[in-house]
């Protein structure tokens, strides 16, 4: 089945506590991206890339990581997570421009 | 700077009722629009896309329209279910990014 993967679904840590979530597409897509949504801000793009080894940032970078060794993978991380980053995570991927995207099924994350 | 407006931001309608959702955006450039529907806590599923130079697109209860020059969107759906209970999206593609709306919350009472 064709779909973008994340893990965890639910992950509770400590303020700068270096976490990974990871990102996994199995469509052979050249785009993948990072979203996160809160209440009242909805959804906001974190990062992106193009393809392997290209990435740029996008509206709300800060304090976010990435990286794109693999094609498929795509993981964020977080050096060190704070509680304003607490909020609910997307992956999503597209074969590129013109093309719609598909998106994991999401990670909440809570930083306390 | 692009923005996407979505209206209403929630509706309530009897099953069996058909209903529009409407999404607008300030900047025409977009390589296409997309809508997501979206259940409480749950990720987001793509219901159509439309390309740019598309007019517009059909799934089952679901058409969607497109007006460029307008800047705006809707999203059609016949005949309402309660299980069509959820928040709906749009969103535009601006040149790798999404920009999304705020979304329309849409109840279904049986």
């Known amino acids: 089945e064709a779909q973008v993967t994340q893990n965890p679904r639910y992950l509770i840590t400590v303020t700068g506590k270096k976490l990974t979530v990871t990102c996994s597409q199995n469509m052979n897509h050249e785009y993948m991206s990072w979203y996160r949504q809160d209440p009242g801000l909805g959804l906001r793009q974190i990062y992106y890339?193009?393809?392997?080894?290209?990435?740029d940032k996008g509206d709300v970078p800060e304090g976010y990581k990435v990286s794109r060794k693999e094609k498929r993978n795509f993981p964020l991380i977080l050096e060190s997570p704070s509680p304003n980053q607490t909020s609910l995570y997307f992956c999503?991927?597209?074969?590129?421009?013109?093309?719609?995207?598909?998106f994991g099924s999401g990670t909440r994350l809570t930083v306390v | 700077k692009q923005e996407v407006t979505q209206i209403p931001a929630a509706l309530s309608v009897p099953e069996g009722e058909n209903l529009v959702l409407n999404c607008s955006f300030t900047?025409?450039?977009?390589?296409?629009l997309q809508w997501f529907r979206q259940d409480p806590g749950k990720g987001l599923t793509s219901l159509l896309l439309?390309?740019?130079?598309?007019r517009e697109q059909t799934s089952g209860r679901l058409n969607a329209s497109l007006d460029k020059s307008s800047g705006r969107s809707t999203l059609y759906i016949a005949a309402s279910q309660p299980g069509d209970s959820a928040t709906y999206l749009c969103a535009v593609d601006s040149s790798y990014k999404l920009i999304f709306g705020s979304g329309t919350r849409l109840l279904v009472r049986p």
């Open positions: 890339s193009m393809n392997v080894e290209v990435t």
């Open positions: 900047d025409s450039a977009i390589y296409n």
């Open positions: 999503a991927s597209s074969p590129g421009m013109t093309y719609g995207y598909t």
């Open positions: 439309i390309q740019s130079s598309q």
